[in-house]
């Protein structure tokens, strides 16, 4: 590619986008090379969908201060993308004195931190807000909230392809090279692509594009969590997350409920090194069933519909010690080029402050010109299920094809599916419709709607149904016909 970027972002999970969505506020031409079919398959679309209020890191980390700057915006930025966002609360649930006493520190952590409202509740209240919970008591943090991290991933990467940013999906970076001409050169599994400026947001390969930039040293770890998903019938029974008394460096095992009805159990945290495997063994899921309950007795194997897992990337240093956020610049090492590590927990509520980070640093090296065309606003699919009967009669009205469902247990209509098989970023894995539709996310699994769903990709984009990939690349759902037709 001849083209010379001004900025390239490599990784683009929910802070590469948010760094190129911020990047657009200016006369910028950006570029994001994301090595996945689609922008939240790894950290960014598993993790507890939790806008975490600010109180559980040390005073003075980037950790504290972004996710304290996050929490506060995010009304605003949930309103501008159009994304399911519920100011619900959370409560830290506990029993003995000990806890009593870590909770204080807690508050008075969070009180430093810039974190608002937070607050001692005895049994008594605990129990008005969360009438399933076990405990004597707890701290209340009111502004904690839950958001749907894939719709809110996507959201941010459809504003910044609106405002003019390219994504490139299946572009894995195996090389980067600073020539000459003070032009970045990375090669990429389909080509070259050339910039003046390179952000390394990769997640968890972060360790291997910084090495590639040249800046050296870091160790990266995976903490593994696994999570199971129970059915929407237990939803009422989980107003807010609830979660344990902290320790030092885990939040503990804790049920989450969704944006959408669902509850989530997990996590635990388990070092890994393979940063691709994403297996739940049955021990953990009973293990995760076993903890939680004594938080939340409501966990029935006949509500699971699913579990799943993910992996934050953890900076440690030589004694393993978990690190804050790092954002650099090493000019002497690698001109021009801005690097993050270690951007796990709390990033999906601070992807905004980190990107505004970002931004400021590139600013104090040249003059960036502010874009007068930028719109910060992006519109989302419509669901019919939450529509007034009203709605869905106009809705029917303006096009037959919202009469029509697909997913019977999420009610998601042809309209709906059709709009996502288009949507800005050309994703067309049948898990990026799922992502952005909630289609095969309901008590089946997509026993009834996938096929039909697949068939509409099929024919809609004219792709062979061989070449169809269910979420990574290589995850192929057809070899060929069952029969030849006579």
């Given at each position: 590619?001849?083209?010379?970027?001004?900025?390239?972002?490599?990784?683009?999970?929910?802070?590469?986008?948010?760094?190129?969505?911020?990047?657009?506020?200016?006369?910028?031409?950006?570029?994001?090379?994301?090595?996945?079919?689609?922008?939240?398959?790894?950290?960014?679309?598993?993790?507890?969908?939790?806008?975490?209020?600010?109180?559980?890191?040390?005073?003075?980390?980037?950790?504290a201060a972004c996710c304290v700057e996050g929490n506060i915006g995010f009304d605003q930025l949930?309103?501008?993308?159009?994304?399911?966002?519920?100011r619900c609360g959370k409560v830290l649930v506990g029993n003995t004195e000990e806890d009593m006493a870590t909770l204080k520190r807690t508050i008075e952590q969070g009180r430093v931190n810039g974190a608002r409202d937070l607050r001692l509740i005895d049994k008594e209240e605990l129990h008005r807000l969360v009438p399933a919970v076990v405990g004597e008591f707890a701290m209340?943090?009111?502004?904690?909230?839950?958001?749907?991290?894939?719709?809110?991933?996507?959201?941010?990467?459809?504003?910044?392809?609106?405002?003019?940013?390219?994504?490139?999906?299946?572009?894995?970076?195996?090389?980067?090279?600073?020539?000459?001409?003070?032009?970045?050169?990375?090669?990429?599994?389909?080509?070259?692509?050339?910039?003046?400026?390179?952000?390394?947001?990769?997640?968890?390969?972060?360790?291997?594009?910084?090495e590639m930039l040249g800046i050296r040293g870091y160790r990266v770890i995976g903490s593994k969590g696994d999570y199971i998903i129970l059915d929407k019938r237990t939803g009422p029974l989980l107003p807010m997350p609830v979660y344990p008394v902290p320790s030092n460096t885990y939040m503990g095992i804790h049920v989450t409920n969704t944006t959408d009805g669902n509850v989530i159990v997990g996590p635990n945290a388990e070092l890994v090194t393979d940063f691709t495997y994403y297996g739940v063994p049955q021990e953990n899921m009973d293990y995760l069933a076993e903890s939680a309950s004594e938080l939340w007795p409501c966990i029935k194997k006949g509500d699971y519909i699913r579990n799943y897992s993910g992996i934050l990337p953890k900076w440690v240093d030589e004694n393993g010690v978990i690190q804050d956020f790092k954002i650099e610049m090493r000019e002497d090492l690698a001109p021009h080029a801005i690097n993050l590590v270690g951007i796990e927990s709390p990033g999906l509520t601070?992807?905004?402050?980190?990107?505004?980070?970002?931004?400021?640093?590139?600013?104090?090296?040249?003059?960036?010109?502010p874009n007068p065309d930028f719109n910060p606003r992006r519109k989302g699919i419509a669901r019919f299920a939450e529509a007034s009967e009203e709605e869905q009669k106009r809705l029917i009205e303006e096009n037959p094809d919202y009469g029509e469902l697909i997913c019977r247990c999420e009610k998601v209509t042809k309209a709906e599916i059709l709009q996502a098989i288009h949507n800005p970023l050309g994703v067309h894995t049948l898990v990026?419709?799922?992502?952005?539709?909630?289609?095969?996310?309901?008590?089946?699994?997509?026993?009834?709607?996938?096929?039909?769903?697949?068939?509409?990709?099929?024919?809609?984009?004219?792709?062979?149904?061989?070449?169809?990939?269910?979420?990574?690349?290589?995850?192929?759902?057809?070899?060929?016909?069952?029969?030849?037709?006579?």
């Open positions: 590619m001849n083209k010379v970027y001004d900025v390239l972002i490599i990784g683009g999970g929910v802070v590469g986008s948010a760094i190129a969505r911020e990047m657009a506020r200016n006369k910028l031409s950006i570029g994001v090379l994301e090595k996945n079919l689609d922008v939240c398959y790894e950290t960014s679309g598993r993790n507890s969908g939790v806008v975490h209020g600010g109180f559980a890191y040390d005073p003075g980390t980037l950790k949930a309103g501008e993308l159009d994304i399911p966002f519920s209340f943090s009111p502004n904690s909230g839950i958001v749907d991290p894939f719709k809110y991933t996507i959201a941010l990467a459809e504003n910044a392809v609106q405002n003019g940013v390219e994504y490139f999906f299946d572009h894995e970076v195996t090389d980067i090279h600073y020539n000459d001409e003070e032009i970045y050169e990375i090669t990429t599994t389909h080509g070259v692509f050339k910039t003046r400026w390179v952000v390394n947001s990769a997640g968890l390969g972060c360790g291997k594009i910084s601070g992807a905004v402050p980190i990107a505004r980070r970002v931004v400021r640093m590139m600013a104090e090296q040249e003059e960036l010109t990026g419709i799922k992502y952005r539709t909630r289609a095969m996310m309901g008590r089946c699994q997509g026993g009834y709607c996938q096929m039909r769903v697949a068939e509409m990709i099929e024919k809609e984009l004219g792709i062979p149904k061989t070449e169809l990939q269910y979420a990574r690349k290589g995850s192929y759902l057809f070899t060929g016909d069952v029969r030849e037709e006579v």
